[in-house]
């Protein structure tokens, strides 16, 4: 048995030194590799004649390859690694794709670590044909692969990787073979990862590590052996495996059949005699006759007729104008009557009858007769001296039985019936009204009224409706039946039996077992279990090869092979490395360079497999040797974890197209676009370090929004990196380019101090002094302060025209009073001094002085009270017009023109004499709020800011900003660049003070379009918005009470709470967004997300995202927000009525690729 057992394995198990036959199967005419452009490789080809079972096949060989780039770290964590590998091979062989499997170890001049690479293998005729089918079936590789690892990302590779392969099959001296069954484990690899222990269950059940092909890329990196690992899959068809299996089973069946047995001996005599007889009649008769009629009569009529006709037509025409003007007293008296009759008449006739008549008969006759007799007797005897038996016995039975039956029945029913109705109705109803009324009115009354009203209506309508049914029914029934039977039966039996039954017996047994048998039993049904699983699902014959550069990486894969993948669960052969001599050497590299495989064969009764140098593996065996590996030293990353789960929307309506969508089952970008609606437009916070793409977001949007629904865009760029608008496309004439800094090519030529045509002087007076404060984060004295100074100096100047009175009389009091302590003065000197002399001159000259001035301030005041000639002409009413006589409108007006005189040197004059009068008073605490106030304000002073930013006509409206184009049809983009060459306080006050005119602007334009003005919708873009909307610190002196970097005026809250309401959406641009003041980014709906880093930031940006900043769930989001890719953004489009729009979703905005125009490029474009 030993002896068979031998025999039934290979012959290079038994250790036997016979050198293996070499067959001349294979001769190489060409091999090459193709290339696409300079970097990447297409595919490997080699020209061939192979030979074998007796077959020539003349062709090409195709080889594509992908390169493994991303494994997401959770897989080191999946038990389900090679259940996912079985799944993909499984779909392969059912698409008949032969398999390569690559792994490569770079470890010489620039070195690349591991690198696995899947592909397929073709094989046609022409080169074209088999790289054809090659792409084809490369493509259901991937897809596949990419089905099973979620976000696996596979790459082409590179030519420098072709090129090392190509030459490395070529130039590696060893080779070792690699056959039997490895034992795949199925267990997490790792126990490391990312998830919460609280959310994904038991950790503990996976917790140790079963790595294979990671244990022999960790094994020839340490020993920096340069090798190649190539498995060779060739599905085969499931009924060639069937047709083994049944084969197999049989021989299995032998050899179970001589496990274990019994033997036994025995021997036996016996006569027997036996006599019997029987005896049986019987007769039988039966008759049967049955009758039956039905009749059925029905008959159905039914007539309808409707007829409809309508006709309509109407003109209308109404114009009227009138005034009046009534005063009226009068009486009136109404007295009214009513009187209503009513009568109804209502018939009902109705009449039904039915009749019903049925007859049945029946009678029925049987009779019976039955006899029985029996008669048994028996002896018995017996004698034992060896063994003997006497046994008898007799039987006599007689049965009669006779039976007769007769039945007759007779049915008749019958029906009829008939309905028949009449109905009539009648109504009368009678009514009289009267009613009187009498009123009588005096009073007076003129005005003039004029209307004109044109209607016609023709209306026709007719309709006709008739309905005619008649329905008759009738029905008959007779029935009728006879049956007679007649039975008779006789039975006789009679038997006689005598036995003679000598016996004489011996016996022995014995119970054997065949332990070889049982042996190989085991090993054979372990391989008929192997078969049964590949009947089903499908098997590969598969070679593994190893090339390497040196005998001691070598010997270092004989040892990691089968520490890697050896095992002894359902195992037959286990893994076991073959040693070559040098013919076999070259036979096998020979067939490794060409991508085929061995067709040696070895004839070995029952084993699985025919090929010497292939093993016939089952999917999940395959998959121990091709699942990927997670091992990161090496082209292909697996510390990182897989993107979080986003939203898709295949099919967004829309005409604003923001960016392409990433799928995150994939890991790729795709061509769907995520699209905004008009529905869905609001605010929108664009947020993200610097760098990362915010700006080409928001970019896209400005563009988007503007062209397809004409929006008038302004830009609060507080850099210059919008200046790209100019080159977009479609707006040609739509956009304008402002520069605040001094010294601009096209300068923002505005007098901040000029009184907005919309904006009450009174609240311009408190937005500029709040927003100047807020934007050098100042404290409420030095708020105090500027409003102060402002509000003189707007009173001074007339612009806050119901102070002028007040302002003046203020001033001319004061310098009574003056004059009266000055004439108290001098009296009492007169008094202390003698007749002679005189009140000194000084007294005289003072109180001259006094007197001008009064003078001089009433004169003023008298000017500013009335409309000089410019003035009038201006508001179109006559010079002299007292100016509180004016309507509110008239008084804006007059307003903003004598605003426009007002220069901001006035304002800082007025500052300078707060500061020497709290100086000398002495006031610590207010000089050193004055100084903080004055370092900011004073750079305004200078004589390039005062010539951009001072008094003139030539000022702009700031309130007239992005209406570009015809008259009739005004939107456009304006973007206000503010550089890198000014201070940032003076951008952030400018810029704040320039955002709150146009949202206040809008308010009233809103209205104003509410009778008929035509407005477009204002969207206003912030760069750099926390320095806009918070201000920035500095400043040598501030004050003690200067407000924290988080906080806002409450100017900017309330226009993203109230925004949209008047059709102004407000888009800001931050960095910091746990710094954003909280009501802000509440309001913003929609919102752009790029990679944030700071834990505070992230904190705030997870609950808009509908996400938990708690730290328990949700913490791959967060971990996400400070690793998202450069240029892409979680986008969430939160305004809609459906809950499903509300998801985020993870997008690459798309870039408006456009030239960045220079200064005199500007200039030429827009002079």
């Known amino acids: 048995m030993i002896q068979q057992i031998t025999e039934m394995l290979p012959t290079w198990l038994t250790r036997k030194t016979a050198a293996l036959a070499i067959p001349a199967d294979l001769q190489v005419r060409g091999s090459g590799i193709a290339f696409v452009g300079q970097t990447q490789t297409d595919y490997l080809w080699t020209e061939m004649t192979e030979v074998e079972h007796g077959r020539t096949f003349t062709g090409y060989r195709v080889v594509r390859l992908m390169m493994l780039k991303f494994l997401p770290l959770e897989a080191s964590a999946d038990s389900g690694l090679l259940q996912k590998m079985r799944s993909i091979l499984r779909g392969l062989a059912g698409a008949q794709v032969n398999l390569v499997y690559l792994a490569g170890g770079v470890f010489g001049e620039s070195p690349l670590g591991i690198v696995q690479c899947y592909g397929v293998t073709s094989f046609a005729d022409t080169l074209e044909e088999a790289a054809r089918e090659s792409a084809r079936d490369l493509g259901l590789m991937e897809g596949a692969l990419k089905a099973e690892f979620r976000q696996m990302r596979l790459e082409p590779i590179s030519a420098r990787l072709g090129n090392w392969v190509y030459d490395s099959l070529e130039k590696m001296p060893h080779a070792l073979v690699t056959v039997g069954h490895p034992d795949p484990r199925e267990n997490s690899r790792s126990p490391h990862g990312t998830q919460n222990p609280l959310t994904t269950g038991d950790q503990a059940a996976q917790g140790y590590s079963l790595q294979q092909n990671e244990i022999l890329y960790r094994g020839m990196a340490s020993l920096r052996e340069d090798f190649l690992l190539m498995a060779l899959a060739y599905h085969v068809p499931i009924d060639t495996i069937s047709d083994l299996l049944i084969g197999y089973a049989q021989e299995t069946s032998v050899w179970a059949s001589q496990q274990q047995g019994i033997r036994s001996a025995s021997f036996g005599v016996s006569l027997p005699a036996m006599l019997s007889g029987a005896l049986a009649d019987s007769a039988s008769r039966s008759y049967g006759t049955g009758t039956g009629v039905a009749d059925s009569t029905g008959a159905a009529h039914s007539v309808g007729s409707g007829i409809s006709d309508g006709y309509a037509h109407s003109t209308g025409h109404a114009t009227s104008v009138g005034g009046s003007h009534t005063i009226n007293s009068g009486t009136s008296s109404s007295t009214g009557t009513g009187t209503s009759d009513g009568t109804s008449v209502t018939d009902t006739d109705s009449h039904s009858s039915s009749s019903s008549s049925s007859h049945t008969d029946s009678s029925g006759t049987s009779g019976a007769t039955s006899h029985s007799a029996s008669d048994t007797w028996g002896f018995s005897g017996g004698l034992s001296a060896v063994v003997a038996s006497l046994n008898g016995s007799h039987s006599w039975g007689t049965v009669d039985s006779s039976m007769a039956g007769w039945s007759q029945g007779n049915s008749d029913s019958t029906m009829s019936g008939s309905t028949s109705g009449s109905a009539h109705a009648e109504g009368v109803s009678h009514g009289v009204t009267a009613s009187q009324s009498q009123g009588v009115s005096a009073g007076e009354s003129f005005g003039e009224s004029w209307s004109s009203s044109d209607s016609v209506s023709d209306s026709v309508s007719h309709g006709t409706s008739s309905s005619v049914g008649d329905t008759s029914s009738q029905g008959h029934t007779n029935a009728s039946s006879q049956s007679w039977s007649d039975g008779l039966g006789h039975t006789t039996s009679s038997g006689l039996a005598v036995g003679v039954a000598p016996s004489f017996s011996m016996g022995n047994s014995a119970q054997w077992q065949n332990d070889p048998a049982i042996l190989i039993t085991e090993i054979m049904r372990t391989q008929e279990k192997l078969l049964r699983t590949a009947s089903i699902e499908g098997a590969y014959y598969t070679d593994l090869y190893a090339l390497t550069s040196t005998e001691r990486g070598l010997q270092a894969m004989m040892g990691l092979l089968p520490e890697s993948f050896q095992g002894t669960e359902e195992v037959v052969t286990g893994v076991q490395c073959r040693t070559l001599n040098d013919d076999e050497n070259q036979y096998i590299r020979a067939h490794a360079q060409a991508w085929t495989p061995s067709t040696r064969v ?42 979080p789960k986003f939203a898709f929307f295949p099919d967004m309506p829309g005409d604003v197209v923001l960016g392409n969508q990433w799928s995150v089952e994939n890991g790729e970008l795709t061509n769907v676009m995520l699209r905004l609606s008009r529905d869905r437009h609001f605010h929108t916070a664009f947020l993200g370090d610097s760098g990362f793409g915010k700006t080409v977001a928001a970019e896209r949007l400005a563009y988007g929004t503007t062209a397809a629904w004409h929006f008038r865009t302004i830009v609060l760029d507080f850099g210059q990196g919008w200046r790209k608008a100019l080159n977009w496309p479609g707006l040609k004439g739509r956009v304008d380019i402002r520069q605040l800094f001094p010294g601009a090519k096209r300068p923002m030529r505005w007098n901040f101090l000029k009184i907005p045509r919309r904006i009450d002087p009174g609240r311009y007076v408190s937005l500029i002094s709040e927003l100047f404060a807020n934007a050098g984060q100042m404290g409420a004295r030095q708020l105090g302060f500027m409003r102060r100074a402002l509000t003189e100096l707007y009173s001074r100047e007339g612009v806050l025209i119901l102070n002028i009175q007040p302002y003046y009389s203020k001033k001319i009091e004061a310098l009574n009073a003056q004059f009266t302590k000055l004439a108290k003065s001098a009296q009492a000197t007169l008094d202390s001094q003698d007749d002679e002399r005189k009140p000194k001159k000084n007294f005289a000259a003072s109180a001259e002085r006094l007197v001008d001035e009064r003078a001089a301030l009433e004169s003023r005041m008298s000017e500013l009270l009335t409309l000089d000639d410019e003035e009038a002409t201006a508001l179109g009413i006559p010079a002299g017009t007292d100016v509180l006589a004016l309507s509110s409108e008239k008084q804006q007006m007059l307003a903003t023109l004598r605003s426009k005189r007002v220069s901001v040197s006035d304002w800082l004059d007025l500052l300078r004499a707060y500061y020497e009068e709290v100086a000398a008073s002495k006031d610590q605490a207010s000089r050193t709020s004055l100084e903080g106030v004055l370092l900011r304000l004073e750079q305004f002073g200078d004589s390039q800011m005062l010539a951009q930013y001072g008094p003139g006509d030539d000022s702009l409206a700031v309130e007239d900003l992005g209406l570009l184009g015809p008259e009739d049809d005004q939107w456009g983009v304006t973007v206000v ?69 988080g906080s806002v005026a409450e100017i900017f809250q309330t226009m993203w709470r109230d925004g949209r309401k008047y059709f102004i959406y407000l888009h800001l641009m931050g960095q910091t967004a746990a710094e954003l003041p909280p009501g802000i980014l509440a309001s913003c709906a929609n919102m752009f997300v790029f990679q944030t880093k700071d834990g505070k930031d992230r904190d705030t940006i997870l609950p808009h995202l509908a996400r938990s900043e708690k730290g328990i769930v949700n913490t791959e989001y967060k971990r996400y927000l400070a690793r998202i890719p450069r240029t892409m953004a979680i986008a969430k489009l939160g305004y809609s009525m459906d809950v499903l729009d509300l998801e985020p979703a993870l997008i690459q905005p798309l870039l408006l690729a456009v030239d960045e125009p220079a200064d005199a490029e500007i200039v030429i474009s827009l002079q």
Not at 985 to 1002: G, T
């Open 602 to 643: 070895e004839t070995i009764p029952g084993a699985l497999s025919g090929y010497m140098d292939s093993t016939l593996l089952t999917m999940l065996q395959l998959a121990a040797y091709t699942s990927p590996g997670v091992f990161e030293q090496g082209m292909a990353q697996t510390t990182q974890e897989e993107t």
């Open 977 to 1045: 660049e503010g550089g890198a060459e000014m201070d940032e306080f003076a951008k952030s006050a400018l810029l704040s003070l320039m955002a709150v005119i146009l949202y206040l602007d809008a308010i009233v334009r809103r209205r104003e379009s509410l009778a008929g003005e035509k407005f477009p919708p204002m969207q206003i873009f912030f760069e750099e918005a926390n320095k806009v909307l918070s201000g920035v610190g500095g400043g040598a002196a501030s004050d003690s009470e200067k407000k924290s970097g």
